[in-house]
């Protein structure tokens, strides 16, 4: 059996190295590749038939978890595994409970690498060696929240946090601004909190991977 599986990351040549791993590996598996998360969202939009996105947490339009976010509220059929360089045990549970299939170091060796993949198209989900994910906190509660947006809502979540007024939110989009009016209402009600500056936290504990300021604000 073939699996289809596409590389997310900004870097030309891990996209290029770790497609030999998987291309030079015993199984079969059909490798594409996206520069940022447009490309991989035009992708899967034109053919959702995926069994895996191997994604980059930093890279060109998204900022921390938002990548994410969205990925998992645009295309929740699709197993998406976290490949990075950052190994904070924080961020890797915070990935796990936002819905990642697995969290796998850039630092792996081969073997692993393989070992990793192959655990999470068979079901399974991959933890680093030696890390027990976290109890639910607190924070798991505001996890839940944000991963009610829409993939709309977050983005809008994101342009908020850059200062924009509605207008240009609108005009970035190519959206009313009724409607943009009717994403931040449902936002505020969905994080439960008041204002857009309390929502504006939200989008800032996403990029930093920090929930509990959130909590204390709603």
Not at 9 to 20: E, G, N, T, Y
Not at 52 to 72: E, Q
Request: aromatic content about 4%; glycine content about 8%; hydrophobic content about 45%.
């Amino acid at each position: 059996m073939t699996h289809r599986i596409i590389i997310v990351d900004d870097h030309p040549l891990f996209r290029s190295a770790l497609r030999q791993i998987l291309e030079t590996g015993a199984a079969g598996y059909t490798v594409g590749e996206a520069g940022e998360i447009e490309g991989l969202t035009a992708a899967l939009e034109a053919d959702r038939d995926c069994d895996l996105v191997l994604l980059d947490l930093n890279m060109p339009g998204v900022r921390g978890f938002s990548g994410l976010l969205l990925l998992r509220a645009q295309f929740p059929e699709v197993p998406v595994m976290i490949v990075s360089a950052v190994e904070d045990t924080l961020v890797i549970s915070r990935c796990l409970e936002l819905g990642a299939s697995g969290y796998l170091s850039k630092s792996e060796p081969v073997d692993r690498i393989r070992a990793a993949i192959e655990t999470v198209l068979e079901g399974g989900r991959w933890i680093p060696e030696g890390m027990t994910p976290g109890a639910e906190d607190d924070q798991s509660a505001v996890l839940e929240r944000l991963a009610t947006l829409t993939p709309q809502q977050i983005r809008v979540l994101m342009m908020l946090s850059d200062g924009l007024m509605n207008k240009q939110i609108a005009y970035a989009l190519d959206i009313s601004e009724a409607t943009v009016k009717a994403h931040v209402s449902a936002i505020l009600q969905k994080l439960g909190v008041d204002s857009r500056t309390q929502a504006v936290i939200a989008a800032s504990k996403i990029e930093q991977g920090q929930f509990s300021q959130l909590v204390d604000a709603s």
